[in-house]
């Protein structure tokens, strides 16, 4: 009887493409969870097609391997991880192992090297292999006793496979990915041959790499295409291939802690497998295990949250009736603080409707009051305006401590709310000192999510009920008004305890950082009522504009269409990846930057404007294209949409708790993404307008983040640029070029306002050689040239990296902080792009520090002088605001002064102001 085969399965090949390959998927929470499923989905059909035989699941180990020792340059290219892919992987290994998988991950080596050593272990014992992956470099491992499966296709290359799909055997395999390289691992072959070239060259010479170099005389006589120019390609680039050979090369003789008697499959750890299918929401697979249990006669405990000290009861009610409403008025006038939380029929602040509050006033107790629930056989509720009227003087009392989760968006539900059916008549929510999505997120901006689910599991312990368990998902989803009051209750209740239990959890946390708890009280929490009016108040827009600006992108659209059409000599979907792969690389023959995680020439954006940058035609053309279409789709035709039909304008929603750095964001629409550098993205802020007497006055800092890297940096050179008002750009570029101020170029101030601009965002000499058009030496001696005229700048970035490295995170003036948890990685990308975020963060983290505390300023005196003007946007650093139009120059001026002043650097801050009838006037 044959002997079951060894199944080694390539895991981190399987990662990446289930990441790629597969839809997205995610828990209620949020976590991403679609490549683990994709991955476990695959490994439990192994197991089914294999079920005698011994298996490993081999990963790559975190940091660098031999190779990048060889060749720095190794993967440089790789994209750095995704982060919802990084998030999945520890639970993946967890669930690999609970499974009862041997897995393998072993520093300084590819998963790759581990394989290939027990693959050729394996096949000396006479045992047969089969290895699962989708990775073209495995084939040098095949032969008599090694199989190549895939699982994801479900197909097997054998010898005569691979000689079928590369043209070569597979003793051949690297010597032919080291003459076409591989643009994945950044493996640089020889230029310009491909997989053709390289096949018909290895069988011309019968042989390999070798012997290729050996024959060099008679590649002019193969029948391949430009045989006559490879010898001298060949020749001048021999080093390359042969260092090309060494990195394609598997390593067979890894030394293992493990032998081949040592991948044996175990029973899977039931109670472990159910924890993880918790946490991951994989449901069915969750009831799967508890089937085998029982079949197995085996007793396993479903995970529970971590529970309290102490077993304490929940405490929820539902209020129907007025005396237990007074009850509770009651408990809140007495609280020293207390959480609430609306309940309402939708998501967007400003169109949903109210449909009931809840309270907790002691952790464990909370209650209900509903309102407007309207489903078959409801019972009677309390009327509507008689509960908001008596919690009205409470929730507008500033003495009355609130908490909220996310408060903001409840405070514009009551604002709303139209008590009797008056519009004017709602409820100012004063008095919230804390929010937890807030205290979460100052806590540390990285750690997780900041929503409340994701909350109670990490710093609570307990798995909330999800909305869509009560409320159903997809089409058939009720809104919260249909849900029994069975469910509803509980469900409120539930937010309002889990919230005051999640600030007691978590204001304990930041009281042990001050500075922390610093940017909660001095800058968060004051913004939350200044941003809850920003959105209340809302921008005019001109819906006729945008509809012409409509029609005319469409027009030019048609036309470029046509004329990619005429590039390309046929007519094709411009819109489909396949199509366009076909025209670039088959038809017109375009060089390969890229490749897809399927293996196919990629035609991403970032490909399409390095194609038009080395003046490629076609892809000149698809970029425009894809540019008026964006405008098209996400603005002029999308922003009438998005018209209130109650107030006539658009409301954005700001986010304070998604950027990392502290920045806003906005969403519904995103208004802080309209392209300003083309003449279509500036006209889609002339449809944004001021209403009849009145204009719209835009204030905005001036290079705001080179002014706070003169502050951290403390170089003289800088600081006296900007204390003298001298233009940076222009006292740089005369400090880089070695001439007066006064015989800057135009050409020397752009390139000097690149490197400014660069450093701070951590551009490297070939970065900026590619944007300001000269060669990559050229473009290290203007870096060079830069940090001996400015020492005070190249001793911050390295103080910063050196400081960040010591503690993990780095700070803002202020005192927020960012964590960089792979600034230490063994990885040398991840290393390094972590310290560019190190060395860029305080500033961005300032500036957005700055801008905040500056909203505050100018609504506290906006507030106080009762002068005819608002705020309408926020957008990075600018503040749009609608006046009237007699109080023009007196708003100009005290707005310049507030936000000038909102903080003391050692540079002044300088605020530009406009004014027009529409924000592109005004900007």
Same mark, same amino acid.
């Given at each position: ?40 989905n ?28 060889m ?29 009862g998988?041997?897995?393998l ?57 691979v000689?079928e ?10 010597d032919?990915l ?142 129907l ?30 169109? +949903? ?108 312990g ?43 959890t ?26 809850a ?12 504009l945008?509809?012409?600006?409509s ?29 366009l ?20 020439a990629?035609? +991403? ?37 998005q ?125 900026? +050689?590619k ?85 505050v ?17 926020q ?17 100009r ?31």
């Amino acid at each position: 009887m044959s002997q079951a085969p060894l199944v080694l399965v390539d895991g981190s090949s399987y990662l990446y493409r289930a990441f790629h390959a597969l839809p997205p998927l995610t828990t209620s929470k949020g976590l991403p969870t679609g490549a683990v499923k994709g991955v476990l989905n695959m490994l439990k059909s192994l197991r089914k097609q294999y079920p005698d035989s011994p298996f490993a699941v081999v990963f790559d180990a975190k940091g660098g391997t031999f190779r990048d020792d060889m060749y720095a340059e190794y993967k440089a290219n790789r994209p750095s991880m995704p982060d919802d892919m990084r998030v999945q992987i520890e639970p993946l290994h967890q669930s690999v192992i609970a499974l009862g998988f041997p897995l393998l991950c072993v520093e300084g080596v590819e998963a790759d090297d581990v394989i290939g050593t027990l693959a050729r272990s394996s096949a000396a014992a006479d045992r047969p292999v089969v290895i699962s992956t989708g990775d073209k470099d495995m084939a040098q491992l095949v032969d008599g006793h090694i199989t190549l499966v895939n699982t994801m296709t479900g197909s097997a290359m054998d010898v005569e496979g691979v000689k079928e799909k590369f043209g070569v055997a597979p003793e051949q395999i690297i010597d032919y990915l080291a003459l076409m390289g591989d643009s994945s691992d950044n493996i640089p072959g020889v230029p310009g041959i491909g997989p053709k070239t390289a096949s018909g060259l290895l069988v011309g010479v019968n042989g390999g790499l070798k012997e290729l170099y050996e024959q060099l005389d008679i590649v002019p006589t193969l029948p391949i295409r430009g045989a006559k120019t490879l010898p001298a390609k060949l020749e001048e680039h021999k080093e390359m291939a042969f260092l090309s050979y060494q990195l394609a090369t598997i390593k067979i003789d890894v030394p293992l802690e493990v032998g081949l008697d040592d991948l044996h499959l175990i029973e899977p750890d039931r109670e472990k497998l159910l924890e993880l299918y918790t946490l991951l929401e994989f449901r069915s697979w969750f009831d799967e295990v508890q089937r085998d249990a029982k079949r197995a006669g085996q007793e396993v405990v479903a995970p529970v949250e971590e529970a309290p000290a102490v077993d304490t009861e929940l405490k929820y009610e539902t209020i129907l009736d007025q005396a237990r409403f007074d009850v509770w008025l009651k408990k809140l006038s007495d609280a020293k603080l207390f959480a609430f939380d609306t309940e309402t029929t939708g998501i967007d602040a400003q169109q +949903a409707q109210l449909v009931g509050l809840s309270f907790a006033v002691e952790a464990y107790e909370a209650a209900y009051i509903p309102l407007t629930h309207s489903y078959m056989g409801v019972p009677e509720q309390l009327d509507r305006d008689t509960v908001l009227r008596a919690l009205k003087p409470i929730l507008e009392d500033p003495s009355k401590l609130k908490v909220g989760q996310h408060a903001k968006f409840d405070m514009n539900i009551l604002a709303n709310c139209a008590i009797g059916g008056d519009q004017n008549c709602g409820i100012t929510v004063q008095g919230i000192a804390y929010d937890t999505m807030l205290e979460s997120y100052v806590l540390d901006s990285t750690a997780t999510r900041h929503d409340m689910d994701s909350l109670a599991l990490k710093y609570l312990g307990h798995s909330t009920v999800s909305f869509q368990d009560i409320a159903g998902k997809g089409a058939k989803q009720l809104t919260f008004d249909q849900i029994s009051l069975e469910q509803a209750g509980p469900y409120a209740a539930e937010d309002a305890d889990v919230t005051l239990r999640l600030h007691q959890t978590l204001h304990e946390k930041l009281a042990a950082i001050p500075s922390l708890a610093s940017v909660l009280t001095d800058i968060e929490m004051p913004l939350v009522p200044v941003l809850a009016r920003i959105e209340r108040q809302g921008a005019l827009v001109d819906a006729k504009l945008l509809g012409v600006q409509s029609v005319e992108l469409g027009d030019k659209m048609v036309a470029l269409e046509r004329e990619a059409f005429a590039i390309a000599g046929e007519e094709f979907n411009l819109g489909s990846p396949k199509q366009l792969g076909a025209i670039l690389y088959e038809k017109l023959g375009y060089p390969v930057l890229s490749k897809t995680a399927k293996g196919q020439a990629s035609t +991403a954006e970032a490909v399409l404007a390095e194609l038009a940058e080395q003046d490629y035609l076609l892809p000149k053309v698809l970029m425009q294209y894809r540019s008026m279409s964006k405008l098209k789709s996400t603005y002029t035709d999308r922003l009438p949409e998005q018209i209130n039909p109650r107030t006539g304008r658009i409301h954005t929603s700001y986010h304070q708790a998604v950027a990392a750095t502290g920045r806003l964001s906005s969403s519904d629409p995103n208004l802080q993404n309209i392209p300003i550098r083309t003449a279509e993205g500036r006209r889609i802020r002339q449809a944004f307008v001021a209403p009849k007497g009145y204009k719209l006055l835009a204030a905005d800092y001036s290079q705001i983040e080179l002014r706070i890297m003169a502050h951290l940096a403390k170089d003289e050179g800088l600081l006296h640029a900007f204390r003298n008002d001298l233009d940076v750009h222009k006292a740089t570029a005369a400090e880089v070029f070695g001439v007066e101020l006064g015989a800057v170029t135009t050409d020397q101030r752009r390139s000097a306002k690149a490197i400014n601009f660069g450093l701070i965002y951590g551009m490297s000499a070939f970065g900026l +050689a590619k944007q300001i058009g000269v060669d990559r030496k050229q473009s290290q001696a203007y870096i060079d040239r830069y940090f001996a005229r400015y020492p005070g700048v190249l001793a911050y970035m390295e103080r910063t990296r050196a400081q960040a490295a010591e503690q993990g995170y780095v700070e803002t003036i202020f005192g927020r902080r960012l964590y960089l948890p792979e600034i230490n990685a063994k990885n040398p990308a991840l290393r390094k792009g972590a310290e560019r975020t190190a060395i860029n963060a305080p500033m961005q983290g300032t500036a957005a520090d700055i801008i905040k505390k500056a909203m505050v300023a100018v609504d506290n005196w906006l507030a106080e002088s009762g002068l005819d003007a608002k705020v309408i946007l926020q957008v990075h650093d600018e503040l749009v605001l609608e006046v009237r139009e007699d109080l023009v120059d007196k708003v100009r001026d005290e707005i310049r002064q507030h936000m000038s002043q909102a903080v003391t650097l050692d540079v002044p801050l300088l605020v530009e102001v406009g004014v027009g009838d529409n924000w592109d006037e005004a900007h």
